[in-house]
């Protein structure tokens, strides 16, 4: 019942995020008051049914603009959704997370990521400081404008939202493209192939809004605690995550999407949410 009432959740919020289907229709993108305002999870600015916008395309727009260096409501956007809810947002709410796993259904021989590779969940964040911070704010052209580099050079959600049914539907752009969209073209397909043998890669491994989310796991109001009187210390929690957390051992891991498949797996019961400081006790 708890997957269930997850993968309803996910679905809503793709739609519901995604809804403008006019944009399907004739190719352009909404422009409406709503644009203005940041979604949760990593939905792309350009897609034809976008209502809202993206927060890392947004930092990258603030960080390369020529007037603004620093915005507050991004900060106490992101701040908010990740003292509240951390990556949670990521198992529940973000549109391409659930693309992942939808594609990660496919059947197929699947690949467990073994410790020997999980430093490379690192990655993701070298990319947030990189290609959503610096690159944005110090690689200017020569009016002093920077580039929104992870969403030009990197997102594949963005070239699957955006730029492909773009492209499809506007002869114009069909007849632009050149070596950047065959570029995005080819890391979505990456994606795509890797996340039906793997769960999750881009979450794991390239996602700068899941790096931001998840430096606020351990202490978001939203978390894991592991009744120490009831935990066995059985194994069946890890056996269970397929993002690789020792959940008895870390069960605030910054890794956790907190999809509760551990929870609801755990024979004793060990495992609960905390959702205020009282829980605590």
């Known amino acids: 019942m708890a997957k269930f009432k997850r993968k309803l959740v996910q679905f809503m919020l793709l739609i519901s995020t995604n809804g403008y289907f ?34 890392i395309g947004s930092l990258q727009a603030v960080a390369s603009d020529l007037s603004y260096r620093f915005s507050f409501y991004l900060a106490g ?7 509240t809810m951390g990556r949670f947002i990521c198992g529940w709410l973000c549109p391409f997370g659930y693309i992942q796993e939808l594609l990660h259904k496919i059947p197929s021989p699947k690949f467990k990521v073994g410790k020997r590779f999980q430093n490379l969940k690192y990655l993701k964040y070298i990319i947030l400081l990189v290609f959503v911070i610096l690159l944005p704010m110090f690689w200017v052209n020569a009016l002093g404008m920077g580039s929104p580099t992870f969403c030009k050079y990197i997102c ?58 998840s430096l606020f796991n351990p202490i978001s109001v939203y978390r894991f605690k592991i009744d120490k009187n009831k935990c066995t210390s059985c194994g069946i929690c890890i056996e269970k995550c397929k993002m690789g957390v020792e959940v008895y051992k870390k069960p605030n891991s910054p890794e956790c999407i907190r999809c509760g498949e551990c929870k609801s797996s755990c024979p004793q019961g060990a495992i609960k949410v905390l959702i205020n400081m009282k829980d605590e006790k």
């Open 22 to 55: 006019k944009g399907f229709l004739d190719g352009s993108t909404y422009r409406g008051k709503l644009k203005s305002i940041c979604v949760p999870g990593l939905n792309c600015y350009s897609c034809p049914g976008a209502f809202g916008a993206c927060p």
């Open 156 to 213: 594949p959600a963005g070239t699957l939202e955006g730029g492909i049914p773009l492209t499809l539907l506007d002869t114009t752009l069909r007849s632009a493209a050149g070596f950047l969209f065959a570029w995005k073209v080819c890391l979505l397909i990456v994606t795509i192939f890797a996340s039906i043998i793997i769960f999750r890669p881009f979450c794991r491994f390239v996602c700068p809004l899941g790096a931001i989310y």
């Open 77 to 83: 956007f992101l701040t908010l959704m990740g003292i």
